[in-house]
Antibody
């Protein structure tokens, strides 16, 4: 059974860059799946951030205003999220998940709280 | 973006009750609709995919139905362990979007 685990450096300062990595175990990131980032805030609920396919194809939520970049490292079986120019509104629990286009999110990481604060 | 509207936003029911949640899409999404359960402090968990298909291992008291713009999620006999927030999610169009959630309490 595939398992996902988010990791990141902790708090981020306003205008800085949020960086998170999702390690995939029990399955290959090169399988026929999209891999997504989803965040959750009390105010906006669950928000899909974007997704990547192992060949590098990506899709993003326009609400991010082109601040996000998702990449994949097949050698490490992981994928990553970078979100630039963060504000307090980016404070959220960030989840990585298997799925996206053409499918459900059938496996989720445990989530990691990212706080944007000076 | 496709807007997903869930109702009610919260409900309280007794053990053994039948509970129904509705989800309405702002446009036709065929059956590209999933349902998730999120227990407090945990990640969402897939229960139903493609509107009515139960994920393997999920108890049969959970069911889903509908197509087009109107969908339902039902717990046939509410159990204490079903206390959670339930979300619908469409994958017909990008960006993928979720409903606002329904908090189920006993």
């Amino acid at each position: 059974q595939v398992q996902l685990q988010e990791s990141g450096p902790g708090p981020v300062k306003p205008s800085g860059t949020l960086s998170l990595t999702c390690a995939v175990s029990g399955g290959s990131i090169s399988s026929d799946n999209w891999w997504s980032w989803v965040r959750q805030t009390p105010g906006k609920g669950l928000e899909w951030i974007g997704e990547i396919y192992h060949i590098g194809s990506t899709n993003y939520n326009p609400s991010l205003k082109r601040r996000g970049t998702i990449s994949v490292d097949k050698s490490k079986n992981q994928f990553s999220l970078r979100l630039n120019s963060v504000t307090a509104a980016d404070t959220a629990i960030y989840y990585c998940a298997r799925g996206g286009s053409y499918s459900s999110f059938d496996s989720w990481g445990q989530g990691t709280l990212v706080t944007v604060s000076s | 973006d496709i807007q997903m509207t869930q109702s009610p936003s919260s409900l309280s029911a007794s053990v053994g009750d039948r509970v129904t949640i509705t989800c309405q899409a702002s446009q036709d999404i065929s059956d590209y609709l999933n349902w998730y359960q999120q227990e407090p402090g945990k990640a969402p968990k897939l229960l139903i995919y493609d509107a009515s298909n139960l994920k393997i291992g999920v108890p049969s008291r959970f069911s889903g139905g509908g197509s087009g713009t109107d969908f339902t999620f039902t717990i046939s006999s509410l159990q204490p362990e079903d206390v959670a927030t339930y979300y619908c999610q469409q994958y017909d169009n990008l960006p993928l979007t979720f409903g606002g959630g329904t908090k189920v309490e006993i």
